[in-house]
């Protein structure tokens, strides 16, 4: 019995940095037989030339910008196998992956995906405590949570998190282009329980890199609600399409992304009435906002920050103040204190008293706390 071939599209632009460490996991892969794809999104740094340097080892895409959406689309119509596994440049699949999840969905024939949870890694590889969907995420038949709740309907692990069945994503793809230029995953995620049962695989199969130029982090809470609502179109019209009966509005649970979101820009609302575009500000979060910024134009520098990603608060006083002067000599103008880090004030109190008596307060809500790094106390 010929065994069943799976395809790894790796999808990258401007990733040279990362690129070959997301290559050789993929080609050093336990199961076989599988064809690794990597498809360049018009990249302007050393990435082609990494690619070219593989030969007959990959299949090499090479191609005008487009976005994420048009990198999945384009890998998956030179692809060949019946399992599918897209992985982002910057992240890595572990030996294992592809095999278990092969496994899972020969056993389960209704199976049309299986996710995982994936461990954290630095802009070095080196491991992370954090794991990214550990515990959360959910398996069997999803169809009535999906219908009830939107593209809410259940949690989904990002991009290299994922693998599916092919005759799903023929149902679906191509994907539309314009509005997937990232988040790209979401449209293939919150469709798939309309085509069968998602299967779950508990411990971490891939390594997700957190590092400041994640694609994510470009945008703003406010796009990513519009975006919202476009993906709650997309899903209706499916609907639609297939001839399922939507009932008014999907519901949104209290604690929904949609909520948040709102609240988010709110938020940035608030902020920007301080906060002019072009001026970057210190964000003291504690990690806890998001992924996106609250500001068009204006970059939030998380505190304390190691390339700009956040890195876990200060062991103390004297590091917080060195930390600060560091990011106002290099132009932040601003230091804004989330709701989640006001205990700082407490904690540290001489960083608290520095800031105070050297910079005026221009903000002091219950949700935010803002000093104007040009304006002296």
Not at 197 to 218: A, C, E, M, P
Not at 314 to 328: G, K, V
Request: proline share 4%.
């Amino acid at each position: 019995m010929q065994k069943t071939l799976a395809s790894i599209i790796i999808t990258n632009y401007n990733y040279g940095r990362f690129l070959t460490e997301a290559i050789e996991s993929a080609l050093n892969q336990r199961y076989q037989p599988t064809e690794v794809i990597v498809v360049d999104d018009g990249s302007t740094d050393n990435s082609q030339e990494i690619i070219a340097s593989y030969g007959e080892k990959i299949i090499p895409i090479l191609k005008d910008n487009g976005g994420q959406a048009s990198a999945f689309n384009a890998g998956f119509a030179m692809s060949r196998g019946e399992v599918i596994c897209f992985l982002d440049s910057d992240d890595v699949l572990l030996p294992s992956g592809i095999e278990r999840a092969v496994q899972i969905l020969r056993d389960d024939p209704h199976a049309v995906k299986v996710h995982w949870p994936l461990r954290v890694i630095d802009v070095d590889s080196n491991l992370l405590e954090k794991i990214d969907c550990k515990d959360i995420l959910p398996e069997g038949n999803l169809y009535n949570e999906q219908l009830k709740y939107g593209i809410e309907g259940h949690i989904f692990p990002p991009t290299s998190g994922n693998v599916w069945l092919r005759r799903y994503l023929e149902k679906i793809l191509p994907m539309p282009e314009d509005n997937y230029r990232l988040n790209a995953e979401s449209y293939l995620g919150f469709l798939a329980p309309f085509s069968g049962s998602i299967k779950r695989i508990n411990d971490y199969q891939s390594l997700y890199r957190i590092h400041g130029r994640n694609g994510t982090n470009k945008r703003t809470y406010s796009w990513r609600l519009n975006h919202y609502s476009y993906e709650e179109k997309v899903l209706r019209e499916y609907l639609q399409k297939h001839g399922v009966k939507v009932n008014g509005a999907f519901e949104y649970r209290e604690d929904s992304c949609h909520n948040y979101l709102q609240g988010m820009v709110k938020l940035g609302k608030e902020l920007g009435a301080l906060i002019a575009q072009g001026q970057n500000y210190i964000l003291v979060d504690m990690d806890e906002l998001g992924h996106h910024q609250l500001l068009e134009n204006c970059q939030a520098i998380p505190f304390l920050e190691k390339e700009g990603v956040y890195w876990g608060p200060p062991n103390d006083d004297t590091i917080a103040i060195q930390e600060f002067e560091r990011l106002h000599r290099e132009g932040a103008s601003f230091i804004v204190f989330a709701w989640p880090a006001f205990w700082w004030f407490d904690y540290y109190a001489k960083f608290a008293s520095y800031l105070r008596s050297k910079f005026r307060c221009v903000l002091d809500s219950e949700r935010l706390v803002v000093f104007d790094l040009r304006l002296a106390a």
